[in-house]
T-cell receptor, first 113, second 115 residues
Framework: QKEVEQDPGPLSVPEGAIVSLNCTYSNSAFQYFMWYRQYSRKGPELLMYTYSSGNKEDGRFTAQVDKSSKYISLFIRDSQPSDSATYLCAMSGASGGSYIPTFGRGTSLIVHP | GAGVSQSPSNKVTEKGKDVELRCDPISGHTALYWYRQRLGQGLEFLIYFQGNSAPDKSGLPSDRFSAERTGESVSTLTIQRTQQEDSAVYLC?????????????FGEGSRLTVL
């Protein structure tokens, strides 16, 4: 079992839909939870990060962390074609003093007009 | 430039040849990371530098892989005697520090194809 599991998709939705992207993990030491967005042939860029459990909202994006279930989510409201990309969850925690992020395999999102 | 720069952007090589991939991090970023992304897969951690030291090399898949960093700046990832399974996009990232969550800034990657 991988430390971080993420459904690769693709997930295809119409413009304006609410999108839900999810990851599960097995390492209880993870404390920081991140979502990166990667456009085709580009490097990933950080969208949001949260510390421990709870919700965080930034514009159309909401990140949720449930440490008791080892489950994190990213919600995108009013999705746009420009949101079409691969979304990677990542998480890190103190391991020998290191916080090197562990990434999921990414979910490919397609928002069609 | 303001971002992380990687070269070459594309490299096609024959099995058995050596390749060098270069990363120029954002100026002032002390932490530097190399990840590998195979087609349809997530980012696989290879190695991390803090300054010029590599406290964590645990992700290097074999002794054919090595990396160095000089001047707390440029890093080179070297793959010797390349194999077809080495074909992937090699991503470099830098951040201001380690020990706290620091945003990783990624380059666009070096796409390696081993024939």
């Amino acid at each position: 079992q991988k430390e971080v599991e993420q459904d690769p998709g693709p997930l295809s939705v119409p413009e304006g839909a609410i999108v839900s992207l999810n990851c599960t993990y097995s390492n209880s030491a993870f404390q920081y939870f991140m979502w990166y967005r990667q456009y085709s042939r580009k490097g990933p860029e950080l969208l949001m990060y949260t510390y421990s459990s709870g919700n965080k909202e930034d514009g159309r994006f909401t990140a949720q962390v449930d440490k008791s279930s080892k489950y994190i989510s990213l919600f995108i409201r009013d999705s746009q074609p420009s949101d079409s990309a691969t979304y990677l969850c990542a998480m890190s925690g103190a391991s020998g003093g290191s916080y090197i992020p562990t990434f999921g395999r990414g979910t490919s999102l397609i928002v069609h007009p | 430039g303001a971002g992380v720069s990687q070269s070459p952007s594309n490299k096609v090589t024959e099995k058995g040849k050596d390749v060098e991939l270069r990363c120029d991090p954002i100026s002032g970023h002390t932490a530097l990371y190399w990840y590998r992304q195979r087609l349809g897969q997530g980012l696989e951690f290879l190695i991390y530098f803090q300054g010029n030291s590599a406290p964590d090399k645990s992700g290097l898949p074999s002794d054919r892989f090595s990396a160095e960093r000089t001047g707390e700046s440029v890093s080179t990832l070297t793959i010797q005697r390349t194999q077809q399974e080495d074909s992937a996009v090699y991503l470099c990232a830098s951040s201001l520090g380690q020990g706290l969550i620091g945003e990783l800034f990624f380059g666009e990657g070096s796409r390696l194809t081993v024939l």
